[in-house]
């Protein structure tokens, strides 16, 4: 699918929303612009269309989740959550109970085992304690909220592959979904920021829209050898953010990333001059 974006700061561009999309570039040109624009405009085209999500890095969803539960619903959006997010994803992840866990198709269990393997333990919501629990492997519960941020960015994906399954087999999938994850990688370690990129590239695998933004080299990397394992080439896009006189633009540099490792290599060479 073709989303066109544009404001007052982001030049006219048209995106194709593939399997996996990649979007990079240098701080503060904009690219957490382009996936609020890119969430807003499939929100807008079809209002319906509940199986879009956008995940931002900066805030943290279990704390903005429970202010749900006593937060009357037309209030959300202005009071307590940021534009962006809804009151959708609070619903399905709520839907995740220990007892959830069973039942799941090969292709939804394999993918969960390894996300548990990486966080080393699952989480779910606990409706006696009003609250999500993050479950260790050996038994210890503790309260989602006090676990790192890394975990609760697998946590979250666990969640919603369990309780509205992202794979288009299951019976609860209803349209096409897109996960937009806005530099949600910013908290992982380099070997997280791989499993990271091998779990995304499953789920588009597995026929989920995925857009991810980043800064990391290792994440925009293992992206790219993850879908060329996938045999997923041609339905990957990576996107350069550039600002050139106060305006942003997005350019498509999929048959050649070599701007996007420059700006790395830039980087290191400034550094041995230091």
Known sequence: MIVTIENSYVAKSDIEICGMNVITGQNNVGKSTVCRLIHQSLREANPSFNNVFLIDSTSDIMWYL????????NQLIDEVLPEYTCGDLYDLLKMTLPSSYCGLSDSEEKIIDEITGIIDGKMYYDHQLNGFIFERSNGTKI???????????FGIIQMLIVAYSLFPSHLMYREKTVLILDECDVYLSPEWQVKFAKILTQLAFAGVSVLVSSHSVYTVEALKKYSEKHGQENVTRFYLIKKENNDTFVEDVTDDLNPIFKMDATTMQRMAFM
Do not use: R
Request: proline share 11%; glycine share 6%; charged share 10%.
């Open 66 to 73: 429970p202010k749900l539960l006593h937060t009357p619903h």
């Open 143 to 153: 309260n989602a909220i006090n676990a790192s941020s890394g975990t609760k960015i």
